[in-house]
């Protein structure tokens, strides 16, 4: 499947940099939530769900992490590595997380406010629901 990357404008030279991003300018969806999840361990794994609405920039800030993308036919998978550079996850794709470096830090620009009902959980159900086979039925 087609990963659409953003690449974000580094301001600053031999003191560091900055990004900044604006919502509508630089990525294509309103911000209406910022989490990051940090801590975390070699091992770790995180998503294994989809969303029926939601839409995301991922941005690893810090360290290196692995995003496997799902849309129901194919899969992708790509490395975040740099910390000005967003990996945008439309609706109704299926993410996993994995392979983090010590001290990565995984940014997420959301669409939306957290909301459970958004989430699709199960594998078949998330399949089911691409494929066009109705609502998501919960089970
Ligand atoms: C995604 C990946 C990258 C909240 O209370 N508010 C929130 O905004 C979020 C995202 C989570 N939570 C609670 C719900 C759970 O009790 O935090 C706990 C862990 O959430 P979740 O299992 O969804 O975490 P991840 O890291 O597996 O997935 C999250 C996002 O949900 C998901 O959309 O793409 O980060």
Redesign the pocket.
């Known amino acids: 499947m087609n990963v659409i990357r953003y690449s974000f404008k580094p301001h600053g030279c031999n003191q560091g940099k900055l990004v900044a991003i604006e919502e509508l300018k630089d990525i294509p969806f309103p911000i209406r ?1 910022v ?1 990051y ?1 940090y801590d975390l361990k070699p091992e770790d794994t ?4 989809a ?1 029926k609405t ?1 839409q ?1 920039i ?1 941005i690893c800030i810090n360290g290196r992490c692995r995003l496997k993308l799902d849309n129901g036919k194919e899969v992708t998978t790509v490395m975040l590595d740099k910390p000005n550079e967003g990996i945008y ?1 439309p609706n109704t794709v299926w ?1 996993e ?1 994995d392979d983090f470096s010590p001290g990565a830090v ?1 940014l ?1 620009l ?1 669409s939306e ?2 909301d ?1 009902a958004d ?1 699709i959980r199960d594998y078949s159900e998330f399949l089911r629901f691409v494929n066009g086979n109705g609502e998501s039925d919960g089970q």
Do not use: P
Request: aromatic share 14%; glycine share 4%; hydrophobic share 40%.
């Open positions: 939530r989490y999840t995180r998503g294994h769900h969303h939601l995301q991922l996850i993410r997380i995984l997420i959301a406010l957290y459970e989430y």
